[in-house]
């Protein structure tokens, strides 16, 4: 009789089923990342789209700074022929999604606590997606969370607290109801 690995299981692992929710393919639109400091300046200069006792939401419809060397410059390595365009240049206007978030070690003390409000901006943004204007979005937490009523710096009821929040805020911006 031939014997399982040890640590085998005939019911899938909750690593597989949460993979298995998450999968690329489901998601219509793929939501870049902010990254650069220039491109959170010039979405955070815009006013705020809407507002929430803990969160504000910018918004403007470009596209985020390009990274790397101008199309021109030449490197010691290069004999390659000239390019007047990029690869990755698109024809359209606007195609994306992108998304930034701050959250300040001031209203969030604990890292564990800045992790887990990252991960909410960012599932509700993924929840959010298809209203959602083409363009940079900034979420940025304007206010801490009472430690009083959360005592744990990572728990579901902080979670719970921030997922709607952030729900009925997006909903806002966007102009439909919170699902």
Do not use: Y
């Amino acid at each position: 009789m031939p014997v399982a690995p040890r640590g085998a299981s005939a019911w899938p692992s909750e690593r597989a089923t949460r993979r298995a929710r998450c999968r690329p393919a489901e998601r219509k639109t793929v939501i870049g990342r902010l990254v650069r400091s220039t491109d959170f300046e010039r979405v955070l200069r815009t006013p705020a789209r809407a507002r929430s006792p803990h969160f504000a939401i910018h918004h403007l419809s470009d596209r985020p700074t390009r990274l790397g060397r101008p199309i021109g410059s030449k490197l010691s390595t290069d004999d390659a022929p000239h390019r007047t365009k990029a690869v990755d240049d698109s024809d359209q206007v606007l195609s994306g999604l992108w998304v930034g978030t701050v959250v300040p070690k001031r209203h969030a003390r604990r890292s564990v606590t800045r992790v887990l409000i990252k991960r909410q901006i960012r599932n509700a943004f993924a929840a959010h997606e298809t209203g959602l204007a083409a363009g940079l979005w900034v979420v940025r937490l304007r206010a801490p969370f009472e430690g009083s009523r959360f005592r744990s710096a990572s728990s579901t009821v902080l979670r719970h607290a921030a997922g709607v929040e952030l729900d009925a805020v997006l909903a806002e911006a966007t102009g439909r109801p919170a699902p």
